[in-house]
């Protein structure tokens, strides 16, 4: 059986104190995703310290180990519950939710993965992307908290401060030569993703493949979004998010780019 709008697709976020609620890269790439096939879901905000128990209740698998080496599982959003029958499929992380929707849903909504293209996407994904994800996730680190509530916040914190080996507020300082080289690898991240677009003759530099939304640009889309958290560090830019730098550069390419994804940004 497949989701209805009365047994939807259960779609397990991350909450933020930001006007659309929604705004992590994983996450957005799953809900854009549900959005372009038109797929009935709901949301479930689930707290960052309340990820773990409650997806052991509700037997989702952990998507990787902590980097930590104890070798204990890592549980982490997005994850859906499909209500498939006999027993309803359970799923964590944003890629294998992607190929699954894309083969449990053949012939609802648009294609993501085009025969042929599903590897081209994938690695483009895991290299070329990854520069600019970096940077990104440089930038709005310190952000990050502030749009979290309580728990949440407390808990990014101190993940995020000793994985980075400093607290987190000191991460891209405003001004500093820091924040400066990471604009500049991010710029250099945008520049080779523009590079394969640009050779999508047909797409006109507009889609990674053909010229309709494929899972890469999907990626790239959720990637701005991350990007459009509130942040006061650039404002020697004229910008208020890491997203205003963005949209500035390459004559507005990727703020053209983004205008596609316009009517997929609701949040269910």
């Known amino acids: ?11 397990y976020d991350i909450p933020a104190k930001t006007d659309l609620k929604a705004w992590s890269i994983n996450m957005w790439k799953t809900r854009l995703l549900l959005n372009l096939k038109g797929l009935p879901y709901r949301t479930e905000w689930v707290s960052y310290p309340d990820i773990q128990p409650t997806f052991e209740k509700l037997g989702i698998k952990h998507t990787s180990l902590k980097m930590d080496g104890s070798g204990r599982p890592h549980y982490n959003c997005p994850a859906i519950i499909d209500p498939t029958t006999p027993e309803p499929t359970k799923l964590s ?15 609802v909504g648009p294609t993501v993965f085009p ?16 520069d600019a994800i970096t940077a990104i996730g440089s930038l ?23 994985s980075r080996g400093k607290p987190l507020e000191t991460v891209c300082l405003a001004g500093s030569d820091e924040r400066k080289q990471i604009w500049e690898d991010l710029k250099r991240g945008l520049d080779a993703i523009a590079k394969v677009y640009d050779q999508n003759v047909e797409g006109k530099g507009e889609y990674f493949a053909g010229t309709d939304i494929t899972y890469a640009d999907i990626f790239l889309a959720a990637m701005f979004m991350w990007a459009r ?4 560090r650039d404002k020697d830019m004229g910008v208020d998010s890491v997203w205003g730098g963005i949209a500035k550069l390459d004559e507005g390419r990727w703020a053209k780019f983004m205008q596609k994804f316009e009517g997929l940004l609701q949040v269910q």
């Open 229 to 232: 958290i509130p942040s006061d």
């Open 115 to 130: 025969d042929g293209t599903k590897d081209a996407q994938l690695e483009f994904i895991d290299t070329v992307v990854e």
């Open 93 to 107: 992380d944003s890629t294998p939710i992607a190929l699954y929707l894309e083969e449990a849903y053949k012939g």
């Open 140 to 162: 709005v680190a310190a952000e990050v908290p502030g749009i979290l509530d309580p728990r949440g916040s407390e808990y990014y914190y101190r993940a995020r401060s000793a």
């Open 1 to 11: 059986m497949a989701a209805t709008p009365s047994n939807p697709i259960i779609f």
